[in-house]
């Protein structure tokens, strides 16, 4: 036992990136600040899926546990079109989800902006066009920002969001 604490006390902790840690901490601590100040502390997020294998879902998860802890910036995902001020689409525009993606779009008060998550909602030839797809995203919607990635990692969905933060 002994043995293992002084390991534990010599090596520290040897799963800890040092370099991603001060990166992520400098993004949110940017994008607190940018929250406060053109969001009054509180910007509220409704995600739509339009389309997509969840992957990008999956990754905004993560953006809720307590290391990227995106609440904590200020940074929430609510449930109604109503109580956001953007709108997260992520996944291909398919023809069944276009109608619905719009009403969502819709019921948002302005002003309102939507951001595009993951590269299917950007999606170009040879498949935009099928039996099934009607993208790309930005011929039925203002995309304000573009999220790049297949998916996309929390760390880039939160350089995003801070890229985003800047522009606006
Ligand atoms: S961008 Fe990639 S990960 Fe995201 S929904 Fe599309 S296929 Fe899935």
């Known amino acids: 036992m002994i043995k293992f604490w002084t ?4 090596k520290g902790i040897i799963t ?32 739509v899926d339009s389309g997509s294998c969840n992957a990008c879902e999956a990754e905004c998860n993560a953006l809720s546990n307590p290391y990227y802890n995106l609440e904590r910036l200020g940074i929430y995902f609510v449930a109604s079109p109503r109580h956001a001020d953007v709108l997260l ?19 948002i008060p302005a002003p309102k902006w939507v951001i595009s998550l993951g590269d299917c909602p950007m999606m170009q030839a040879p498949f935009e066009r099928t039996y099934a797809i009607n993208a790309p995203a930005n011929e039925h919607l203002p995309i304000a920002h573009h999220i790049q990635g297949c998916p996309p990692t929390p760390l880039e969905i939160m350089q995003g969001l801070l ?6």
């Open 16 to 47: 800890r990136n040092k370099e991603l840690q001060t990166e992520l901490e400098q993004i949110q601590k940017e994008i607190k600040q940018s929250v406060n100040k053109k969001f009054a502390g509180s910007l509220a997020i409704r995600m």
């Open 89 to 107: 689409l992520s996944g291909v525009m398919t023809f069944n989800m276009t109608p619905h993606v719009k009403d969502a779009y819709e019921q």
């Open 7 to 10: 390991r534990r006390v010599e």
């Open 163 to 168: 890229e985003f933060l800047r522009k606006i």
